[in-house]
């Protein structure tokens, strides 16, 4: 019972510090984040990623799909070449290989990043909006419409996101796009039950009560009481969101379904070359690796932004 | 209250349904096995004493399909009249699809039920026992008629991922292996308890235009992307050792596969003014469709395609966007002509004979693949089709291959190499340009298991009604055809008929039974058994005519329509 | 509690409803033409139309949902288009290598999960917990088909001729026969239902070792189930042992722990026998998850080590157009998934008396 009261009591005040001074609020969230160490580290990774999608063009040493056949004295599927640790001046440097098209691998690899980030974002932003619909009016509205599109929502998690993604794609047929759609209506659900749950927290609070007994319009007190307080949530549950969309969105392009070449998406450079990962590993290790970073960056800063966000747990995770 | 409790018992009778569902209905299957094998034993009995000869006819030719009649002359005699001529008849009849089991287990099992996992044949090896998902054991069958298996136990197993398999044979853990990638082979071939054979490339890689969309409609852009594809460095650096560039659409090993002119140099300049000639000086944009599936004759398709797509924005600035398509969505969408742009596909080789390669695309039969069809390939494939010599039908080829030359309805790429490995210690290791390696000739001296490991598990080893090669192998091991191919190549040699002859038109064909050939369970070969394997899958209101999808594909894609089809 | 388990159970109809709805619909959104799929690239037209025709595909779709309803109504779930079987028959066949490999891998994940984050709670921010909670941010994020191949790349080449040598693919050596515990124990079944229980049972190679007693049949499965296992296993693994943690360190915070100590118990008997039973509570949620995305990670898992598990034969059946497969097995998996929710929510509720209430 205490753990209920104490909840409401955050959530209330929540939504005070949001609409009366939201600056001071966000200003104690971003103190805490950077008192822990895993969240930094989250967002050093990010942050490098992000600045590797946007100047790809100018770091990157080849063109994502140049083929270097005739061009430069090298066969497909060639190990790395760095100077560096040895290998002999007069062969061109590429530090991560040459891949199964004669295309250098960590040109590929940095113009990835841009894939993965917008495949993160897109699909989270695209489960957000129509989670917190569904889930504002469900929780809103109450009656038949919950119950309605509760029950459609627990439809769609009675299946393992992944397969249901493979059917969806399968019938949008294979694509980036669809891949995405496919893991956004996946991952509405969990959107639409965190919306939903705070909608019903503060729908019965007085100074929710007070809007609708001065007359108030239904969207209105919807959109400017009761979401905000969805807020905290969101941001923390749609961060982590983006780490599973990515994780979904890869595993979709190695088997084929998600981005199509000649794009240089991580998830399916994986998939083309996973008959190769005992004859040039390179082509698997490197592409999995940037995967796995960018997924942990974003877990990392997820966590973190839980602990900050949620003062209840403050004291535990230190 | 009442209608919870309502709600609650109709859970229960799901729920129980869905229990009782998960009992595979097997009785049916082991019932019609002992009848069988009651009844073969009665068959040795009472056959020499009265053989009442098979005869199914069709009233007349109209059908569409090939066969006029086929008929058990006597107990060692069979005849199979034609409605046309057909010099690749042999070929035809050597094919595995078209094995013989006895009449009895035939029809005991309906045409399907424990035909499909438990064929009974006359082949050097019988199934064992066939673990669903897991392995298919064969043990050696002592009563075969010819040179028994070298080997008692044969395992078949069988794994996707072509790196899996090379590892497993590296880890020795199987004997021999189907397909090793490409980049496989410079592995193998340094390790020297390996061996590698390359198997002969029976089969083309082309790049298909469909002629009624433009702007391939204009001869002069199908030339144009003609000459401007590297194939050689498409051959180089995506295909394994053992490939060819194509020269023409049929594999040179094919009778009269590459008469007449080798196919246009690489020439992207004449390639870039024959564009600009036909109004696309600065290209244009279109699509490059494939599916994403491995075969002999592309075995890294994403990297040719993109490496096509690359070629032609440098040579021609032709714009492609590469689209994915499903296996069957793509096949279906190529043969109804719906593809608006390039697209990859290939053929492998059925039986060694011109018919399967050229008539089969370019014929008056074909499909709309590649549009409108071009009378002067059309009619030299008829008329050479009627022929019955090599030598008197090499003009007419010659005259079709520099047509398509002409015309360009695809760009023939390659003709693709592949190999089987096996441990260097494998004694009688082969490979068949056809997929057929025959097991029961290999051995390693002194061990009692072989285990080979190929592409992916068979579908069902009622090889009639299956057309892919990892069921016809499996199936081949076990069940034989009326004549057969050599091992390791493509001439036919007899196998249950000593002899099969034709009349002077070819369209009458006679095949003369081995005497005393045993089937698995112990019965007899005659000619009915030969006349009931093929009426099972020819007459299509036979009872029988069921099989595992009950498609027949390799009957009606080499013999024409079903008798009895519209029933 | 009766009225409880009742309510969770009828709530859960509709939702069963839906998935078969879903199921279906989805199997015949799926674009293409089965036929070609399923029949080989060489089938002519007239044997696609015939093929279309005896599969009822060319009616319209509700009527193909009315066919589709009554067949399961009468416990029949259709049969495979490819395999020309009884889907429940592969499903037999299939499922056992799914079910192995999702419960070994839960083994695995719960053997390490729960001791790892048992000392990084009671070490609390020691440089084990530190490096502990680095390895679980790291193992959650992992890409399960990458995290496959490299282990096969290193147990199966780099470590090759070493005893710790392990198979990269399949689940048991080529030529190994299992033999049912059924026969090792001299039973004679009948066919039927009986039987393929029996049957399920010994396909789950472990099981069947253990109870016929053949030893080396065990070794052989346990040395192919090792990599699957903490592939698939790793997830989870790191979940559970986050999980563990902070409800450890939240018990631990508590005032009966503080108390048992202040008694003088020793540590390791509190944290062991007080502590970790308190702790653990929470962890059936992420046991019933984690089942669920274990099922969605077989796919993965089974592609990259060539198992023939439900999660392969699904997405084959996908690829295929194989209608009999994806209709049954989704809505078979989607059951179990229902089953498996209403199991964590029930045994939630015997646990915590306070949700039965709400």
């Known amino acids: 019972m205490s753990k209920e009261t104490s909840k409401n009591k955050v959530a209330k005040l929540d939504a005070e510090g949001l609409s009366l001074k939201s600056v001071s609020l966000w200003q104690i969230m971003w103190r805490r984040l950077f008192k822990r160490k895993s969240a930094l580290v989250g967002m050093g990774i990010l942050a490098l990623l992000v600045f590797v999608a946007i100047t790809a063009d100018w770091i990157a040493p080849y063109s994502p799909t140049e083929v270097l056949i005739g061009v430069e004295d090298v066969t497909a599927r060639q190990a790395p070449c760095i100077h560096l640790l040895g290998c002999p001046k007069d062969q061109p440097q590429h530090i991560m290989g040459i891949d199964g098209n004669v295309r250098d691998q960590f040109s590929r690899i940095l113009h990835g990043a841009r894939q993965s980030l917008f495949i993160g974002f897109a699909t989270v932003t695209f489960a957000i909006v129509i989670g917190t619909v569904l889930g504002a009016l469900g929780g809103y509205l109450g009656g038949w419409v919950d119950n309605v599109i509760m029950r459609v929502m627990d439809v769609v998690l009675a299946f393992p996101s992944l397969l249901l993604a493979i059917a969806i794609v399968t019938v949008l047929g294979p694509g980036l796009i669809n891949a995405l759609l496919a893991i956004g209506i996946v991952s509405i659900p969990a959107y639409a039950r965190v919306v939903r749950a705070s909608v019903l927290s503060v729908r019965e609070m007085d100074y929710v009560s007070a809007s609708k007994a001065m007359g108030g319009n239904t969207f209105h007190i919807l959109f400017k009481r009761i979401l905000p307080n969805a807020l905290t949530p969101l941001i923390v549950q749609g961060t982590l969101g983006i780490a599973t969309a990515i994780l979904d969105a890869a595993a979709l392009s190695f088997l084929g379904l998600g981005a199509q070449p000649p794009m240089a998406e991580w998830g399916s450079m994986l998939g083309a070359e996973r008959n190769q990962v005992f004859t040039a590993p390179h082509l698997v290790f490197y592409p999995g690796l940037a995967i796995m970073l960018t997924v942990l960056a974003f877990n990392l800063l997820g966590d973190g932004l839980r602990d900050a966000l949620d003062p209840r747990l403050g004291h535990v995770a230190g | ?469 990892e069921s016809l192998r499996a199936c081949e091991q076990v069940t034989e055809s009326l004549l057969a191919f050599e091992i390791g190549g493509t001439a036919v040699k007899p196998s249950l008929a000593e002899r099969c002859e034709a009349n002077e038109d070819l369209t009458v064909w006679t095949c003369y039974l081995r005497q005393g050939v045993q089937f698995h369970d112990g019965s007899l070969l005659d000619a009915n058994d030969v006349v009931a394997s093929y009426v099972l899958q020819w007459d299509a209101a036979s009872p029988l005519h069921v099989g595992n999808t009950g498609a027949f594909t390799y009957f009606s894609s080499l013999f024409g329509a079903f008798l009895n089809a519209d029933q | ?62 009527i193909q949902f009315g066919y589709y309803l009554n067949e399961i109504a009468h416990g029949d779930f259709g049969r495979s288009f490819r395999y020309g079987e009884p889907v429940s028959k592969i499903l037999v066949e299939r499922l056992p290598t799914t079910v192995e490999l999702s419960f070994s891998a839960l083994f695995v994940a719960l053997m390490i999960g729960i001791p790892l984050g048992v000392v990084s709670a009671v070490k609390h921010n020691s440089w084990v917990d530190v490096l502990t909670m680095f390895w679980a941010n790291i193992g959650v994020s992992m890409p399960v088909f990458w995290l496959g191949l490299m282990l096969a790349y290193v147990f199966a080449l780099l470590l090759r001729d070493t005893p710790f040598q392990l198979p990269p693919s399949g689940r048991l050596s080529p030529g190994v026969l299992p033999t049912s515990f059924a026969k090792a124990w001299g039973w004679e079944l009948e066919p039927g239902f009986l039987a393929s229980v029996v049957d399920f049972l010994a396909r789950m190679n472990i099981l069947n070792a253990l109870l016929s007693r053949d030893w080396d049949l065990l070794k052989d499965a346990v040395k192919h189930l090792i990599l699957p296992s903490l592939a698939l296993g790793t997830i989870p693994m790191a979940l559970i042992a986050r999980m563990t943690r902070s409800s450890m360190l939240e018990v631990l915070g508590q005032d009966y722990i503080r108390t048992a100590r202040a008694k003088g118990l020793p540590k390791t008997k509190v944290v062991l026998k007080h502590a970790l039973r308190n702790a653990l509570l929470p962890l059936v949620t992420v046991i019933g998850l984690s089942l669920g995305s274990l099922l969605g990670g077989a796919v993965l898992t089974e592609t990259v080590f060539g198992l023939n598990g439900v999660g392969r034969i699904l997405y084959d059946a996908i690829t295929a157009r194989d209608y009999g497969i994806v209709q049954a097995f989704t809505a078979v998996i989607a059951i179990f998934f229902v089953a498996l929710n209403l199991l964590v929510d029930i045994s939630y509720a015997y646990l915590d008396p306070r949700i039965r209430l709400e």
């Open chain 2, 1 to 469: 209250m009442k209608r919870t409790s309502f709600m609650l018992v109709s859970l229960l009778v799901l729920a129980s349904l869905l229990l009782a569902s998960c009992g595979p209905k097997t009785e049916e299957a082991t019932e019609a096995a002992t009848q069988a094998a009651t009844e073969a034993a009665t068959e040795a009995a009472t056959e020499a004493a009265a053989f009442e000869p098979m005869v199914v006819e069709a009233p007349n030719c109209d059908y569409g399909g090939e066969f006029l009649r086929i008929e058990a002359v006597d107990e060692y005699t069979v005849r199979f009249t034609l409605c046309y001529p057909d010099p690749a008849f042999p070929s035809k009849i050597a094919f595995s699809a078209f094995a013989i089991q006895p009449r009895e287990w035939l029809e005991a099992n309906g045409g399907s039920g424990e035909l499909l996992t438990h064929p009974i044949g006359t082949g050097p090896y019988m199934v064992q026992e066939w673990v669903r998902g897991e392995q298919l054991v064969f043990t050696r069958f002592d009563g075969y008629w010819g040179e028994k298996a070298l080997t008692p136990t044969l395992v078949f197993r069988w794994s996707t991922e072509s790196a899996q398999r090379v590892l497993e044979l590296q880890a020795g853990t199987v004997d021999g292996i189907d397909n090793p990638g490409p980049d496989d082979f410079a592995v193998i071939r340094s390790d020297p308890n390996l061996q590698l054979i390359n198997r002969p490339a029976l089969n083309i890689f082309y790049i298909g235009m469909n002629n009624t969309y433009p702007p391939f409609d204009d001869e002069r852009v199908r030339q144009a992307i003609a000459m401007s594809i590297d194939r050689q460095r498409i051959v180089d650096q995506f295909y394994p050792e053992g490939s060819e560039v194509a020269t023409h659409f049929t594999p040179c090993s094919i009778p009269n596969g590459c008469v007449g002119l080798p196919w246009y140099d690489f020439d992207p300049e004449a390639g870039r003014a024959l564009l600009a000639e036909a109004g696309y000086p600065n290209g244009f944009d279109t699509k490059l469709f494939y599916r994403d599936v491995v075969r002999g004759y592309l075995p890294q398709v994403s990297n040719v395609a993109q490496d096509i797509q690359a070629q032609l924005l440098a040579n021609l600035n032709i714009r492609a966007e590469i689209v994915v398509m499903e296996s069957g969505a793509f096949l279906d969408a190529a043969d109804s002509g719906q593809l608006d742009g390039l697209h990859l596909l290939g053929w492998g080789a059925d039986y060694p004979d011109q018919t399967n390669f050229l008539d089969y695309h370019f014929g008056a039969g074909a499909s709309a693949q590649f549009g409108e069809k071009f009378p002067d390939i059309v009619d030299n494939l008829r008329a050479a089709a009627q022929l019955a010599s090599d030598e008197e039908r090499a003009p007419y080829y010659e005259a079709a291959n520099n047509a398509i030359r002409q015309h360009v309805p695809m760009i023939p790429v390659a003709h693709g190499g592949s190999a089987v490995a096996f441990k260097a210690s494998v004694q009688g290791a082969h490979s068949s340009p056809l997929g057929n390696e025959n097991f029961s000739v290999m051995q390693i001296p002194g061990q009692d298991v072989f285990v080979w490991m190929q592409n992916a598990e068979p579908i069902s080893l009622f090889c009639a009604d299956e057309t892919d090669g």
């Open chain 3, 1 to 62: 509690m009766t009225t409880y388990i009742l309510r969770r159970i009828l709530s859960s109809i509709p939702v069963l409803f839906g998935i078969l709805f879903a199921t279906f619909a989805l199997a015949r959104w799926i674009p293409s033409d089965p036929c070609r799929a399923i029949l080989g690239e060489k089938a002519t037209d007239v044997v696609c139309d015939r093929f279309i025709h005896e599969h009822g595909l060319d009616r319209p779709i509700p």
